[in-house]
């Protein structure tokens, strides 16, 4: 097939860490990579972000890049886009009037916009992932929502205009019933991790004899990594390692750490390159999770891969896969964070059954190759009818 992902925001070949590149960029180049594996000839849509960026560039055997021009020529925050989505939804037109995939997959909200206007009238199916909801920003984070005022609106029309939603876990299903879509076009398909670069055998990053909590992301304030901050008062002698690269937020968590007297043990060590990050979780007695909400989490199942035990906020895609082979908590509760957090520092043999337990769901559930054959069988679910009604 040929495939068109759509991710207007997110660049699959961008540096990860920073408030807008994160766990979408990583899920759209590997599953990029494993749908061409598989024989597909795959194209991946976003913007450009730079006036020295090539219309194209080939991200591998048998993927290619195109750099949209929508809007100028610079990075812009992603809530900033949507006035720059009918020129994206042009070009797409453009291009796939010469020469139409046989399926679309948009990744966000806007992609979805972008693509349905594209794709509807040249009959090509569109499937969607939302990677997050508006519904479940707007619920957490109230008026410190930056979302446009219009993103609910779209979410349920283009949830309700795509050939097929995939839902990246099972809480998401429920939120996506709510919104209106047809339970019988939704079907759920989870992130994956890259298990050649996650595995329990590689080096591990230096460390001293402290006990190691560690947290790795996007360094918004949705992650909670100050509630990790405030448990750590309550949890004698380890240190916290936070990696991720956002100046104004990593200067927030530095007052956080001094006005709770931790200086000393909490370290901000700025991104770290996707390739290094196996090293650094292996170095690590527990990862940390506690986002306030989440659409799914490549972290903590990256560091299940990596056989390191995980505790994880009870909330989203951690439901699916931190629950039963990790510890799970109440989003933005730092004493019971801190509580789990001594119990699993203190047993070694419950870290090391916990870390077996998540290499082992890791290995069988979330390779890659398995989500993008997964993700074929609703391309082709899609495409065949399609293909038929086009051709008759």
């Not at 909801?133 to 609106?153: C, E, Y």
């Not at 309550?234 to 709770?260: K, T």
Request: aromatic fraction near 4%.
């Amino acid at each position: 097939m040929r495939i068109a992902l759509i991710s207007e925001h997110a660049n699959p070949l961008a540096a990860i860490g920073g408030v807008d590149s994160g766990g979408q960029n990583v899920h759209v180049a590997a599953l990029a990579l494993a749908l061409a594996e598989r024989g597909h000839e795959v194209t991946v849509h976003t913007r450009r972000t730079a006036p020295d960026q090539p219309q194209e560039v080939p991200m591998g055997l048998g993927v290619t890049v195109d750099h949209v021009p929508a809007g100028p020529a610079e990075p812009i925050p992603k809530d900033e886009l949507p006035p720059y989505m009918p020129a994206f939804a042009e070009h797409l037109a453009r291009r796939w009037s010469a020469r139409p995939p046989d399926v679309a997959h948009a990744h966000f909200w806007m992609s979805g916009l972008a693509a349905l206007t594209a794709a509807e009238p040249l009959g090509v199916p569109v499937v969607q992932t939302f990677h997050a909801l508006g519904t479940v920003k707007r619920r957490w984070q109230g008026a410190a929502d930056t979302s446009p005022p219009d993103r609910i609106a779209v979410e349920r029309d283009v949830g309700r205009r795509a050939t097929a939603v995939l839902a990246t876990c099972t809480d998401e299903v429920r939120e996506l019933r709510a919104m209106g879509v047809p339970e019988d076009r939704i079907a759920v398909v989870p992130c994956g991790v890259d298990l050649e670069l996650f595995n329990p055998y590689g080096p591990a990053t230096p460390r001293d004899g402290r006990p190691r909590v560690l947290c790795v992301g996007r360094m918004v304030p949705r992650k909670g990594y100050d509630t990790v901050i405030r448990a750590l008062r309550d949890v004698p002698g380890a240190e916290l390692v936070i990696a991720g690269d956002e100046p104004e937020e990593v200067e927030r968590l530095r007052r956080v750490a001094a006005s709770c007297g931790l200086e000393d043990r909490v370290r901000l060590v700025g991104a770290v390159a996707h390739r290094d990050v196996p090293a650094l979780m292996r170095s690590a007695d527990v990862l940390v999770t506690v986002p306030w909400y989440e659409p799914f989490g490549m972290v903590p199942l990256e560091a299940l891969a990596c056989g390191v035990p995980v505790i994880a906020s009870s909330v989203g895609g951690h439901l699916d896969t931190v629950a039963g082979c990790g510890v799970l908590v109440p989003p933005r509760r730092p004493r019971a964070l801190a509580a789990a957090l001594r119990d699993l520092l203190a047993r070694p043999d419950l870290r090391a059954a916990l870390g077996e337990a998540g290499a082992r769901r890791a290995r069988t559930r979330y390779g890659w190759p398995e989500v993008a054959a997964r993700t074929e069988s609703v391309y082709r679910r899609e495409v065949e009818p399609c293909t038929l009604i086009c051709s008759g």
